[in-house]
């Protein structure tokens, strides 16, 4: 590809890559907060995808850091193939993760008793911990809002034959991305106890 076709490339992607950033986020905020027993769907919470999901965020750090080495030792081949996989660990991901939150109630950090309450002794029992985990949480949702254009202008950079620039994103993007794939299995390793049986 010569350079103005590439230059093209990327910037034919730009408007849809900042468009779907912004609908993700909003789609997943409204779909979480959508509780399909509320419309009279009688389904049972799909309380096996946790594991499922969480393994997959293992899986995509995994991923990840092959990736990174694959490209280090110059096998791009290899290198696309490992972020492509990522990309499709993370799209199966968040296909689960709102699954689940569609079927099932918000597990609250510290409810040992799964009441959906967070009562003074709990509060007691769970100490500093519960600040811990608000933090990993917030920092995992936040970042995972912003690694959605990262990861797709990475993405588009390489198709555009723009090593340049992609190496360039890349070396922000990693780092992120691998920072939501383990505080994903992180949260869930945390919030896991407080499950509702």
């Known amino acids: 590809m010569n350079k103005q076709s590439t230059e093209t490339l990327e910037n034919k992607f730009k408007a849809p890559i900042v468009v779907v950033s912004v609908i993700i986020p909003i789609a997943v905020a409204v779909l979480f907060s959508v509780k399909l027993k509320d419309f009279g769907i009688d389904v049972e919470p799909l309380s096996f995808l946790p594991p499922i999901y969480a393994t997959i965020n293992a899986l995509t750090a995994l991923v990840l850091i092959m990736g990174v080495i694959a490209i280090k030792n110059g ?8 972020m492509t996989t990522a990309i499709a660990f993370s799209v199966s991901f968040l296909v689960m993760y709102v699954a689940y939150h569609m079927t099932a109630d918000s597990t609250v950090f510290g409810d040992l008793n799964t009441d959906g309450i967070l009562d003074d002794t709990e509060r007691k029992h769970v100490g500093s911990m519960r600040y811990v985990y608000l933090f990993i949480l917030l920092t995992h949702i936040l970042l ?23 190496k360039k994103l890349a070396r922000i993007t990693f780092p992120i991305w691998l920072y939501v794939a383990v505080t994903g299995v992180v949260v869930y390793l945390l919030i896991s106890p407080y499950y509702a049986n």
């Not at 096998?75 to 490992?82: F, G, T």
Request: aromatic share 10%.
């Open 75 to 82: 096998n791009r081949k290899v290198h696309e193939r490992l």
């Open 144 to 166: 995972s809002i912003i690694i959605i254009p990262m990861v797709l202008f990475t993405y588009v950079r390489a198709l555009s034959e723009r090593f340049d620039r992609h």
